[in-house]
């Protein structure tokens, strides 16, 4: 918990620096030259624990840490066209232990799966062209781990209604994958590990109205595709005979996500944000998520943001628990997290948004903190706590 505080403050030193040597601007002119318009330094801390591990066939220790830590930089500029271009660079990383990772070698005490490091950079750009109320966005991504590395790309095309209250988007997403097909020490045969592919594409339709200025709505609609090594390998099964075996499922999954998202001001203290998102996919998963947050502003630079998320799903029909599974089965799993159950996740955020800047730094001008606490009908618990320092 300690490392997210100094994480944060530790970054003060620098955002002093930099508003010390930033001019201001207060004329509304539109820089032609490449500048900082906002920086995101967003550190958390999450814990979990329960007892349906799918390294250990649906039994076992699922208690894991994670600590991330990225930053987001956006700079824009305008043309002399008047369009507007914007580039967004984030850069990651996470840390975590995991007891379930730790038991792919049940003949070791401590095994080099116990943690592992994420490191996953991404660039974004967009030219919007504010006339004639249309958007280009592209960028691309990559994530990197021991035993797994993906690449991503994504496109999209955003175009505002003539009065300027609705805003429809198109995006296509791509994920390029390798996994490193690490097994169970029982189930190897060979030395050294063979890898696999899996792919994911992702296209995307949203369409955003104010309807008025109290409420704004958003509907969107998702078609996902995956297709390779869907498994993961170190995930093991046990038969109604009690032998070991590895996860075994289809090499392909379409996934169709439908949800809308809505705001309603009650005031200039007040917020009602509501969101509800329906999820269906070829392998009998069916989802609902209920969401609720009343952001309340207690004073002109303080406010408060209770959060409430519930969520329920059937599982997927290659779903069983330790040994259920019988050698007449095609495909099996006992990864709880395909298992029907329900979640209730809820918590609460403060937000600091001084005038003249936190600490006195004029342009560092929110600081957040959020704590959320997770609940399933599997025994699993967690906790994460998470802090943001926006510097503007």
């Known amino acids: 918990m300690k490392r997210i505080f100094i994480t944060g403050f530790a970054l003060l030193g620098i955002l002093r620096l930099s508003a010390q040597n930033t001019p201001t601007d207060s004329t509304g002119y539109k820089s032609t030259k490449l500048k900082v318009e906002e920086v995101n330094f967003v550190s958390s801390y999450y814990t979990q624990n329960g007892n349906n591990a799918a390294v250990t066939g649906g039994i076992g220790s699922e208690e894991l840490t994670d600590l991330s830590n990225t930053i987001d930089v956006k700079l824009i500029k305008y043309g002399k066209s008047g369009k507007k271009y914007t580039w967004d660079v984030e850069v990651g990383f996470d840390y975590y232990t995991s007891a379930s990772s730790d038991m792919v070698d049940l003949s070791a005490n401590t095994s080099a799966s116990s943690a592992d490091i994420r490191f996953y950079p991404s660039v974004s750009y967009t030219m919007e062209n504010e006339e004639k109320g249309n958007t280009f966005g592209a960028g691309i991504s990559s994530s990197t781990e021991f035993d797994y590395q993906s690449f991503g790309g994504n496109i999209s095309y955003s175009k505002k209604t003539k009065d300027r209250n609705g805003e429809f988007t198109a995006k296509f997403q791509a994920f ?7 097994e169970p020490i029982e189930l190897r045969t060979n030395e050294g590990y063979a890898t696999a592919s899996r792919n994911t594409f992702a296209g995307s339709l949203s369409y955003a109205q104010i309807v008025n200025k109290n409420f704004q709505v958003m509907f969107l609609a998702d078609v996902i595709t995956q297709n390779g090594y869907l498994s993961l390998p170190f995930h093991r099964v046990y038969f109604t005979d009690s032998s070991v075996h590895q996860e075994k499922l289809p090499d392909a999954r379409l996934k169709i996500p439908l949800a809308i998202r809505a705001s309603y001001f009650l005031g200039d203290n007040f917020i009602i944000r509501g969101y509800y998102r329906f999820y269906s996919d070829d392998w009998g998963l069916k989802s609902h998520t209920a969401n609720i947050e009343l952001p309340v502003k207690l004073s002109t630079v303080f406010s408060l943001s209770p959060f409430y998320r519930y969520y329920t799903q059937t599982g997927v029909k290659y779903f069983k628990g330790f040994e259920e599974h019988t050698g007449s089965e095609k495909f099996y799993t ?30 560092f001008n929110t600081l957040e903190l959020r704590y959320g606490h997770y609940t399933k009908t599997t025994n699993m618990i967690s906790n994460i706590i998470s802090l943001n320092i926006k510097y503007k």
């Open 176 to 182: 390029l994958d390798q996994v490193k097909l690490i």
């Open 334 to 363: 006992s990864n709880y997290d395909l298992s029907k159950f329900n979640s209730n996740f809820f918590g609460i955020g403060m937000k600091l948004t001084p005038l003249k800047g936190v600490f006195g730094i004029k342009h």
